[in-house]
């Protein structure tokens, strides 16, 4: 099973834990914001294939994802922050645990008039001896 969808907009870039001088900690907003935008179009997919009759399963020990960025501006963002920030955003929507992913292919690219993310997820087999 694959599913396909677009995230439109800039994508967020994974971020530490802020620390308040009393040792409160939190994560910025704005890396909260994209969690939840990113999580919004990877629940409206595996909705759709539901209701296409071929129900998304995020329970497997094995998915491919492949990950293209495109970018507004050249900005130096690494490319395993902004998986990571998408690994994060789906963990529990679309797979049980993000340690299920066993291959990821990421790219950045830049389309300054149509920021967004375009994801690809299949379902594998796991592999004998594969971590799973």
């Known amino acids: ?3 396909s969808f677009t995230i439109p907009g800039p994508a967020g870039s994974k971020s530490r834990p802020r620390v308040m001088r009393n040792g409160i900690t939190f994560m910025p907003k704005h890396y ?3 969690k939840k935008h990113a999580a919004v179009f990877a629940m409206q997919s595996a909705h759709a ?3 296409a009759g071929q129900p998304w399963d995020a329970h497997r020990t094995a998915y491919r994802v492949t990950l293209r960025f495109y970018q507004e501006t050249r900005r130096k963002v690494d490319i395993d922050n902004l998986a990571g920030a998408w690994l994060d955003s789906v963990n529990g929507v679309l797979f049980a645990d993000d ?3 066993t291959e990821l292919v990421a790219s950045k690219h830049w389309d300054k008039a149509n920021p967004r993310v375009e994801v690809r997820v299949e379902t594998i087999e796991a592999e004998e001896g594969a971590a799973a």
């Open 1 to 3: 099973m694959i599913l």
């Open 32 to 34: 909260v914001a994209w």
């Open 49 to 51: 294939a539901h209701v």
């Open 99 to 101: 340690s299920a992913v």
